[in-house]
């Protein structure tokens, strides 16, 4: 009996990857926290990892590419049942997930797609459509302009260089945008998905362009910033510049609400829940869609106050 005991002990504790604990082990390897959209990404993760019985390693890169793939060796040195992270940028990865393929442990991407041609070193990617949001964007300030002469100067603070959103978003924006020659980018440049970033770039553009009608930002931490920088100037945001974001924090809406953001194309952070529905599938050797979509909307000053209350990140 002594002897029996032992044997199950030992069993139990080689299950899995959740040391000794038999609970499955997802490594998470995180962007970083440059924005209100990401922190409430990672707490949706945190939470839900908690909620499913998952054990959860969490890494955070700072926004640096080689730090997320130091952590994803990590994992695969610790034998995690499944890793999962948000990519910094899209190039770059074919050879960590490799070595992650070659160990036997799937890789889930989530909010960012990687440009990889071997669409092997992944099972599925969860997230939105960044091209699309781009498209959303546009399709309002085509509405918003409807009987309207040009030229009609926009200026666009892009995402992180390299990186899925600031690539697809600006595709999406200046598809649409460009089938009217009324419509003028006169600057385009990165503002990193940062608050503060976003305000030193926008003053750069107010300082350089005579006349700027819209703002384009690629997230609502960037059109803050900027916000601070067109108030400085003299300016009223949402009156004298039109702003267009992407996301939908609550800090978002509360400008949309004080007439200040004109517009927010919804980006869902939420995905825990669907995340670790995922890495049970997985870890069952169930198949899952190569791409799932989350769910978004579209929402204007007039719909602000009333979504305010109801905002969770």
Not at 180 to 194: C, E, L, N, R
Not at 200 to 220: G, R, S, T, Y
Request: with cysteine.
């Amino acid at each position: 009996m002594l002897a029996a005991g032992l044997l199950v002990s030992l069993m139990a504790a080689c299950g899995g990857g959740g040391g000794g604990s038999g609970k499955l082990t997802l490594g998470f390897a995180q962007v970083g926290a440059e924005s209100g959209w990401r922190t409430a990404n990672t707490k949706s993760i945190q939470e839900s990892a908690e909620q499913a019985g998952i054990n959860l390693k969490f890494s955070d890169a700072q926004q640096k590419q080689e730090n997320q793939i130091k952590a994803i060796r990590s994992y695969i040195q610790q034998k995690v049942d499944v890793i999962a992270f948000s990519p910094v940028v899209e190039s770059g990865w074919d050879t960590v997930l490799k070595e992650a393929k070659d160990a036997k442990i799937p890789v889930v991407l989530t909010d960012r797609a990687i440009d990889s041609a071997d669409t092997s070193l992944y099972v599925s990617f969860l997230g939105s459509d960044f091209v699309e949001e781009g498209r959303r964007a546009a399709d309002w300030l085509v509405k918003d302009s409807q009987g309207k002469s040009g030229p009609i100067n926009i200026v666009q603070l892009e995402g992180t260089t390299g990186s899925a959103p600031a690539i697809d978003r600006k595709k999406g924006f200046e598809e649409v945008v460009s089938k009217d020659p009324k419509f003028k980018i006169v600057a385009s440049q990165t503002g990193d998905f940062t608050r503060a970033k976003g305000k030193e770039v926008m003053q750069a553009f107010l300082k350089a362009q005579p006349k700027i009608d819209v703002l384009f930002a690629h997230n609502d931490d960037m059109a803050l910033g900027a916000i601070q920088a067109i108030e400085e100037a003299g300016k009223k945001p949402g009156v004298d510049i039109k702003i267009i974001s992407i996301d939908g924090v609550k800090d978002a809406f509360q400008a949309m609400k004080d007439g200040k953001i004109n517009v927010v194309v919804e980006c869902n952070p939420l995905l825990g829940p669907q995340l670790m529905d995922i890495v049970k599938k997985v870890t069952k050797g169930e198949q899952v869609p190569k791409r799932i979509q989350t769910q978004e909307g579209v929402f204007t000053q007039d719909q602000a106050a009333a979504a305010l209350p109801n905002r969770k990140y």
